[in-house]
Nanobody
Framework: QVHLVESGGGLVQPGGSLTLSCAAS????????MAWFRQAPGRQREFVAR???????TYLDSVEGRFTVSSDIVKNMVFLQMNDLKPEDTAVYYC???????????????WGRGTQVTVSS
């Protein structure tokens, strides 16, 4: 079973930057894509950014141009560089990964436990 651990969250002032990291362990198949989601208090979890094994990336409209998702395929890691942070970016940020296991011909999605990002002056 894949285990995901996020790191890099914290408190930052508006306009500041943070970089989140997520490391996957226990991978027996192939990680085809990794993504970031976030959940603010009282709101549903929402998609933020995703990157495929082929390095194709997609973003939530409100973070396009401010956030950059990247990955290290060899280390099964994904990163989220967040610039020009705004108070509305405050949320718990979750990493997820899609693992394809050839023996089972299945793709399973795993989630991390999240890291808190707070943007406040």
């Amino acid at each position: 079973q894949v285990h995901l651990v996020e790191s890099g969250g914290g408190l930052v002032q508006p306009g500041g930057s943070l970089t989140l990291s997520c490391a996957a362990s226990g991978v027996i198949g192939t990680i085809n894509a990794m993504a970031w989601f976030r959940q603010a208090p009282g709101r549903q979890r929402e998609f933020v950014a995703r990157i495929t094994r082929e390095k194709h990336d997609t973003y939530l409209d409100s973070v396009e141009g401010r956030f950059t998702v990247s990955s290290d395929i060899v280390k099964n890691m994904v990163f989220l560089q967040m610039n020009d942070l705004k108070p509305e970016d405050t949320a718990v940020y979750y990493c997820n990964a899609d693992e394809f296991v050839p023996a089972d011909m299945l793709t399973v999605t795993y989630w991390g436990r999240g890291t808190q990002v707070t943007v406040s002056s």
